[in-house]
């Protein structure tokens, strides 16, 4: 009984049991009596029973386990008990811990946050109900045109002929000056809530539009069938005096303090507040705040070629959006038999770049657009990083696992098996995992705040971007996934079950060390194809940054204002510019000052159809599309730095000239009058969609004007008209009596001066309260800040994936490190034995530097092809510079293996430093 006792007291010590585990052992007790006295009853010696009642039991720790299973012990107190043998184990390597700790935090907070963007930007549906059938209608342009809008004609025919659709509407969002009616709502308005004038985003929209949206008032109505499609009485104000205010607007401005039935200003002319938007309700991303009827001119709905307005349809129920294109495909066949329309009508194959398809697509698409690229290559650049943050982390528990060959044989030995070792071990993972993945997941956090901070505007949807419960579901998997990487390593790597080997084979490496290698291998590589792709972006930045615009933008500063339509100024709009400029021209530190309908850099193609006189093109046709029509005042030219490359430029004389005269770009010259001098040809522009007058007369072309990159320096110029805004205009009821002004309502001032906008905003708005006590100024800013705007996509691309490459660059020279570190370490007694018989620290150092770049250059080699594959994917994201640019290839090749040989260097350095005779003694 005593080596009973003697067993069953190693069983508490090595247990540290509770109450439920001393009556176990009692029970244990009672059962290890009963088998030694049953084997006394088959004739075997007091000693000998008891040893077969021990053997027939197992060892200590099974039979614990096997009693505590009958017993039905909740696998809770299990979990428990790993849980702190967890904690302790974790609590005595605290150096692995905190760098798993961090790596795993980085690599799973960038993912998670990364994949924000993907949840909420591409994956989450529109705030509209089912809003999966909701499509938009949009033209496709020929030779790579770019129209985005349709014409009042080809709305209504659309809406008469289609079969797919329960119903269809439209609206519109854009400059003041691609609007076809002259109504107030295009873009943005000035409202006048109390005494305060503001600058808010609008919409114009049909009624039937938020019928098809699906949206219903939070307090009020919407507008009624009739309202939207009326014009004011008084003709070129829009629609009828009504407006919506979104909920969020009526909170800020108004207090949300009841506003339904009472009158607000907007652009100075009284409107009827009928109802309030439900919260959150947006239009294609344009986030409008105050929503007035459409009000199109009827001498617009008569022009096919003044596009205008976007098209929303939601499908009927069954209707698919294949047979919704398939019937859009055959109406485009026979558009003019089945409408009735002649003249310009969309066709099913344009062959001009003046002619147009029409294609049907999902209206989340159409919101996300080309987002939806940038999203997923720094969704799959995060990705790489996070794989080379795992092979960082299967490294160090790698190296755990040997170091702890030992320990887990020891425990083998005394009986653990393999599953009690894979619990244990995988509860440390978990641990670990969990408390990464929270880390991350709170860096994810202030990752997506400081994400939508940073690029407020470089991304649709950004408003609706948050750390939701498919992002948690994402960062708990990603957790998950790392917590079976610690988990099961450690056991599968380990000799369990052979003491002496463990014994033999600690610390020599054996062909552990290939394992480890071809992990250094494959995190350079990765590295590479990261930091490859880096480099290509920051070349395409710092292409876009020092390409020309066609201007110079240095020392320039801008703001807009727009002039109330209501409001009857003496001498017209046109006018009140004059006396505004010149009051700014004399303003200390101002050199120059002009203004102009639309800044370039972020302009969308506006597509007016233009008779050009002469000679006409070669088919017979008259018509040209011209992308771009920009009202200038002036000093234009000379303000902006734009050369005159041809004839003269606008002169004074102009303003009191009968002849209409215009300019041209380069792009426009050379496509209407190739080879021959564009300086006296003639063209009719499409004032009517551009002005609303009811007259287009003719302009004789006095000047060429390089070409500006209206759309952005990484798109072609685009053709180009320059209208002088002071020369004055047909009157819109299209009588012949005295002209009035062309300026448009909202113009963009320009100031030439070397004054930052701060020094310059007071007299800025003195001059514009000069004018008009009621104008607002807007958007004060110098032209570097527009340039920095038209170029946020590709600045966000390259900085975050610098971001992730330099992430990635490091943990792998983190890894190459590591690996070499514990080599040395491991190797400390051959190094000794070799320096004590004379061999040179030099000597040394060179071998562990070769044994690191021996596993960084093939990485080299490798990410270089994997990048290489890339490089078809890759080009839509580059300018000025090709994916097998061979000075940012050796660029890359040379950073990586300077870090390689750097983290080579250090363990290599340090392994040249030891003395040998203290390592001999040691051993």
Known sequence: MRILREWLQRLRGSLGAGRADVDLEQELRFHLEMAADDARRRGMNSGDARRAARLGAGGPSQAFDALRDQRGVPWLDDFARDVRHGLRSLRRTPLFTAVALVTLALGIGANTAIFSLVS??????????????????????????????????????????????????????????????????????????????????????????????????????????????????????????????????????????????????????????????????????????????????????????????????????????????????????DWGERTGATGHLPTREPSRARDHALRLEPLRTAIVGGAS???????????????????????????????????????????????????????????????????????????????????????????????????????????????????????????????????????????????????VTAEVALAVMLVLVAGLLL??????????????????????????????????????????????????????????????????VQGYATSVGNEPPADGGTIETVEYYQFVMAGYFETMGIPIVAGRGFQPSDTISLERVALVNETLADRLWPGRDPVGQRLQPNLRASMGTSTNPWHTVIGVAKDVREGGVDRPAGSELYLFAEQPAPRLDGTHGPWQASAPPT??????????????????????????????????????????????????????????????????????????????????REIGIRMALGAARSSVIAHFMRRGLRFALPGVALGLAGALGLSRLLAAFLFGVQPTDPATIATVVLTISLVAAAASWLPAWRASRLDPLAVLRAE
């Open 120 to 333: 909420s930007v591409l994956l989450a549906p529109l705030a509209y109900p089912n809003p999966a059938r909701l499509m938009i209608l949009t033209p496709d342009a020929a030779q790579g045109g770019s129209l985005t809008t349709l014409s009042y004609p080809e709305y209504e025919e659309f809406r008469e002929v289609n079969q797919s659709f329960a119903q269809v509407g439209a609206f519109t969002i854009g400059s003041t000056n691609t609007g076809g009616g002259g109504g107030s709502w295009a873009g943005e308005v000035n409202l006048t809530a109390g005494d305060r004038p503001l600058r808010v985003r609008s919409a114009g929209v049909d009624h039937h539009l938020l019928g098809v949206l699906g949206v219903r008032p939070l307090h009020g109505r919407f507008f009624a069938p009739g309202e939207t499609d009326a014009m004011s009485a008084r003709p070129g104000l829009g629609g009828p005096p009504l407006a919506i205010l979104s909920y969020e607007l009526w909170q800020t401005a108004f207090g949300g303090e009841p506003v339904v039935g009472q009158t607000v200003h907007v652009d100075g002319r009284p409107h009827d507040v009928i109802g309030i938007m439900p919260p959150g309700v947006d239009l294609m991303d344009a986030q409008p705040e105050i929503w007035l009827p459409l009000g199109v001119h009827p001498v617009i709905r008569r022009i096919r070629t003044s596009h205008l307005l976007t098209v929303v349809g939601r499908l009927k129920e069954g209707a698919a959006p294949e047979a919704a294109r398939a019937e859009l495909n055959a109406l485009l066949e």
């Open 373 to 519: 690229r940038v999203i997923w290559v720094l969704q799959a650049a995060v990705a790489l990083v996070l794989l080379i943050a795992c092979a960082n982390l299967a490294n160090l528990v790698t190296a755990r696992a040997e170091s702890r060959r030992r320990e887990f044989a020891v425990r083998a030995a005394l009986g653990a098996g393999r599953g009690r070792l894979f619990r244990q071990t995988g509860t440390e993972g978990l641990l670990l995992s969990f408390a990464g993945g929270a880390l991350g997941l709170w860096l994810a956090h202030l990752g997506v705040r400081a994400l939508v901070l940073s690029y407020p505007d470089s991304l649709p949807r950004t408003g609706d971007v948050a750390v939701d419960v498919r992002v948690l579901l994402f960062a708990l998997g990603l957790s998950m996934g790392a917590g079976l990487l610690f988990g099961l390593a450690p056991v599968a790597r380990a000799q369990t079950r052979n003491l002496v080997v463990a014994s033999r084979e600690s610390g020599r490496g054996g062909g552990r060390h290939g394992v480890r290698g071809a992990l």
């Open 539 to 604: 070349r395409t930045m710092y292409n876009l940054t020092h390409a020309d615009p066609g201007f110079d933008r240095s020392q320039l500063m801008t703001f807009s204002i727009t002039l109330p339509r209501a409001t009857s100024y003496e001498g017209g709009r046109a006018q009140v510019y004059v006396r505004l400029l010149a009051g700014l021209r004399e303003a200390p530190g101002v050199q120059a000052a002009t203004a102009m309908s639309d800044l370039p850099l972020s302009r969308f």
């Open 747 to 828: 113009m963009h001032v320009v100031l030439r001066t070397g004054l930052p906008p701060a020094a310059l905003s007071q007299a800025i708005e003195h001059a514009v309260r000069e004018v008009d006590p009621a104008v607002p100024v807007v958007r004060l800013r110098d032209m570097e800040s527009v340039f920095a705007q038209s170029v946020r996509r590709p600045r966000l691309l390259a900085q975050l994936l610098g971001a992730f490459a330099a992430l990635a660059l490091l943990l792998a020279a983190t890894g190459t490190y590591g690996v070499l570190a514990y080599l040395t370490t491991e190797r400390r």
